[in-house]
T-cell receptor
Framework: GEDVEQSLFLSVREGDSSVINCTYT??????LYWYKQEPGAGLQLLTY?????DMKQDQRLTVLLNKKDKHLSLRIADTQTGDSAIYFC??????????FGAGTRLTVKP | DAMVIQNPRYQVTQFGKPVTLSCSQT?????MYWYQQKSSQAPKLLFH???????NEADTPDNFQSRRPNTSFCFLDIRSPGLGDAAMYLC????????????FGPGTRLTVL
């Protein structure tokens, strides 16, 4: 299909790891992205991965890319209450625009 | 700090009454975008400008128009808002670099009464 797919909700306890999954559509996407949206705010780029990589680590964030299955994941280690937000997966399209998933609402419980 | 600014943050209009949302950027980016985001949905691209070149998405209703008088400013005009146009409207910019990163403003939440 044409949609970037994500689960809508994820709930974890503070200190646990969070894993947010995404299935994208365009195998020719050069970059894949994770954006974070806090309440009342715009989207903020968290991290991105180039399509010729299969893993990228940035402090508490680990991005895994499986190009064969068009699957992208974001792992947040030691999740904190400040990580509560909506996380959007995005791919670049053939027009060089960006196609977003519907977002995963992460709730971190103390 | 270089940024993307949207005004107002909250806009209330009446059914059928024209409304304009504004976006400005201090990043000096060539590309500016307008997205519509409804609750629990992906941001939906309405149109974008590459410099002065206007690119309309095929499924963007005619009710939505845009103007970009200069590099810094871009406006979204909704000529006759309907109840279904109530949403968050996000403005974003792109420098055109290889990573294709988009920088977003905080959004304007539009309510249609």
């Amino acid at each position: 299909g044409e949609d970037v797919e994500q689960s809508l909700f994820l709930s974890v306890r503070e200190g646990d790891s969070s894993v947010i999954n995404c299935t994208y559509t365009d195998s020719s996407s050069t970059y894949l992205y994770w954006y974070k949206q806090e309440p009342g705010a715009g989207l903020q780029l968290l991290t991105y991965i180039f399509s010729n990589m299969d893993m990228k680590q940035d402090q508490r964030l680990t991005v895994l890319l499986n190009k064969k299955d068009k699957h992208l994941s974001l792992r947040i280690a030691d999740t904190q209450t400040g990580d509560s937000a909506i996380y959007f997966c995005a791919e670049t399209t053939r027009n060089n625009d960006m196609r977003f998933g519907a977002g995963t609402r992460l709730t971190v419980k103390p | 700090d270089a940024m993307v600014i949207q005004n107002p943050r909250y806009q209330v209009t009446q059914f059928g009454k024209p409304v304009t949302l504004s976006c400005s950027q201090t990043l000096n980016h060539n590309v500016m975008y307008w997205y519509q985001q409804k609750s629990s949905q992906a941001p939906k691209l309405l149109f974008h400008y590459y410099d002065k070149d206007f690119n309309n998405e095929a499924d963007t209703p005619d009710n939505f128009q845009s103007r970009r008088p200069n590099t810094s400013f871009c406006f979204l005009d909704i000529r006759s808002p309907g109840l279904g146009d109530a949403a968050m409207y996000l403005c974003a910019t792109n420098s055109g670099e290889a990573t294709n990163e988009q920088f977003f403003g905080p959004g304007t939440r539009l309510t249609v009464l």
